[in-house]
């Protein structure tokens, strides 16, 4: 069992920065694709960013190319996202989600953090 404990969420004003963080409480962390997914009421979670076990490929919603980043530092099991010119439609509730090797696939997901943007 993996658990995922997000932090760094907050109210921000548009064109404002936050920083997520992801804390896993394994150390086979480094073996485990990451992502951030994204909620807002009445809506499907979406992928916002994804990155490789060893960090080296990423990829990112259409809509965040280009002022969010995702990055992991395995030693300590951790994984970020830097948002920077946040607007009002990146207001959600954002989510980590850890899927690992094996069959069936381990998927763990934390608790989310909420993230506003008034307009």
């Known amino acids: 069992q993996v658990q995922l404990v997000e932090s760094g969420g907050g109210l921000v004003q548009p064109g404002g920065s936050l920083r997520l963080s992801c804390a896993a409480s394994?150390?086979?962390?480094?073996?485990?694709?990451m992502g951030w997914y994204r909620q807002t009421p009445g809506k499907q979670r979406e992928l916002v960013a994804g990155?490789?076990?060893?960090?080296?490929?990423?990829n990112y919603a259409d809509s965040v190319k280009g002022r969010f980043t995702v990055s992991r530092d395995n030693a300590k099991n951790t994984v970020y996202l830097q948002m920077n010119s946040l607007k009002p439609e990146d207001t959600a509730v954002y989510y980590c989600?850890?899927?690992?090797?094996?069959?069936?696939?381990?998927?763990?997901w934390g608790q989310g953090t909420q993230v506003t943007v008034p307009s």
């Open positions: 394994r150390s086979i962390f480094s073996s485990y694709v």
């Open positions: 990155i490789s076990s060893g960090g080296g490929t990423t």
């Open positions: 989600n850890a899927v690992g090797l094996g069959i069936p696939t381990p998927v763990y």
